[in-house]
């Protein structure tokens, strides 16, 4: 939770790796967040649910990219931004959260949430909710692929196995069962990622000649 001395300066904890981040409380809860170093912009949000509040916002901070969307109750996409973090992830974040903020008015977000391996950091920072990112990724491919059961993720520095099945009694789908890989970015995007970097091709590239292999090679399970 923020430290709501109201018209003073609170650096909240974790601030010096995003070089310097202040927030100003003021009454009403609104929150203005300063950001210091390379990225200088400000930006002020409510906190408070207020009436007619339409969008919500969703952050998914991983080893790789900020990825934000911008949704309506009716969970219409109305805007999505996909950036590399590039070793700084809460930077990137706030850089992107300063952007869309000066578009989306203020008065109609009713919620922000975050998820990804950076994504508690951030919600610590800004006083916001953070979501566990299987819990995310199953309620998400839920509503959009109601009738997937397997969910195989390769993020930037970890892989998932998630298995779903319906309820009996309430008919809504649910996390059976997952599995992670246990050592670090083997096989997994970042790896991938950079592979793909020294060739001098996009990861886009990269996965479709992989898909004309005729001879696929076995990545070991070991640390990269």
Known sequence: MLDRR???TYQ???????????????????????????????????LQNHGGMLMYIGVDIGSVSADVVVMNEAKEVLEEHYVRTKGQPIETCLKVLSDVLQRTPLERIKGIAFTGSAGRLAAKILGAFCVNEIIAQSKATAFLHPEVRTIIEIGGEDSKLILLHEDANTGSIQVRDFSMNTVCAAGTGSFLDQQANRLGLTIEEFGRLALKSTNPPRIAGRCS
């Open 12 to 46: 909240a904890p974790g601030s010096e790796i995003a070089g310097g981040i202040h927030l100003l409380i003021f009454p009403g809860n609104s929150v203005r967040v300063i950001l210091n170093g390379p990225v200088r912009k400000s930006v002020q949000y409510v």
């Open 6 to 8: 109201q018209g003073r």
